[in-house]
């Protein structure tokens, strides 16, 4: 067993290496840190929309359409967070994009545009009225060698959302679809 001996540091090296990054990438989230935001904050505004609307137990006329045809029913939304589910993954309160975006903010209003265009959210506009958010609206764009996507949101709160995908695959027809859910 003399080959062993010198083995056991390395063995030991990696493991401790192998242990420092797991702890590394177990990391958490900015929020969870105490750190500032530097956007708005998306995921914490549908967090706290979605627990309201779960208290609230409302029936949505959802239409939904693709390429053309449609079909509206009155349904009750379970799972509100899966329901804004594209809003929420649209967030930009990721480090590495602390100064990727062109902030433009008004009285009533407060724009996010991308500044480079590999970003898959291209802009994010939020009206508010006294500090409430009446009206939010992102503009999500994906396009690499296969296909391009292209998402429009929009969510008047109390009144409806709207979700707008138009989809176009090489060498295929493209797909577009239409979801609205009305309060």
Same mark, same amino acid.
């Given at each position: 067993?003399?080959?062993?001996?010198?083995?056991?540091?390395?063995?030991?090296?990696?493991?401790?290496?192998?242990l420092?990054?797991?702890?590394?990438?177990?990391?958490?989230?900015?929020? =969870?840190?105490?750190?500032t &935001?530097? @956007?708005f904050?998306?995921?914490?505004f549908? *967090? $706290?929309?979605?627990?309201?609307?779960? #208290?609230?137990?409302?029936?949505?006329?959802?239409?939904?359409?693709?390429?053309?045809?449609?079909?509206?029913k009155?349904?009750?939304?379970?799972?509100?967070?899966?329901e804004?589910?594209?809003f929420?993954?649209?967030d930009?309160?990721?480090?590495?994009?602390?100064d990727?975006?062109?902030?433009? =903010?008004?009285?009533?209003? &407060?724009? @996010?545009?991308?500044?480079?265009p590999?970003? *898959? $959210?291209r802009?994010?506009?939020?009206? #508010?009225?006294?500090?409430?958010?009446?009206?939010?609206?992102?503009?999500?764009?994906?396009?690499?060698?296969?296909?391009t996507t292209?998402?429009?949101?929009?969510?008047v709160?109390?009144?409806?959302?709207?979700?707008?995908?138009?989809?176009?695959?090489k060498?295929?027809?493209?797909n577009?679809?239409?979801?609205?859910?009305?309060?």
């Amino acid at each position: 067993m003399y080959w062993y001996k010198p083995f056991s540091k390395y063995i030991l090296f990696t493991g401790g290496l192998l242990l420092l990054c797991t702890w590394y990438a177990c990391k958490p989230e900015i929020k =969870e840190t105490g750190a500032t &935001l530097k @956007y708005f904050d998306l995921k914490e505004f549908f *967090k $706290t929309d979605s627990v309201h609307l779960v #208290k609230l137990n409302p029936n949505i006329k959802k239409t939904v359409t693709h390429n053309g045809e449609s079909e509206t029913k009155t349904v009750k939304i379970a799972n509100w967070g899966q329901e804004f589910g594209l809003f929420t993954s649209s967030d930009i309160n990721k480090p590495a994009w602390k100064d990727s975006y062109a902030v433009t =903010e008004n009285t009533d209003s &407060l724009m @996010y545009k991308a500044k480079f265009p590999e970003l *898959k $959210t291209r802009e994010i506009v939020i009206h #508010k009225n006294n500090g409430k958010v009446t009206r939010l609206y992102i503009l999500n764009n994906i396009h690499n060698l296969l296909y391009t996507t292209t998402e429009k949101l929009l969510y008047v709160p109390g009144e409806y959302y709207l979700i707008e995908k138009d989809q176009k695959v090489k060498v295929m027809s493209g797909n577009n679809y239409l979801i609205k859910g009305e309060f």
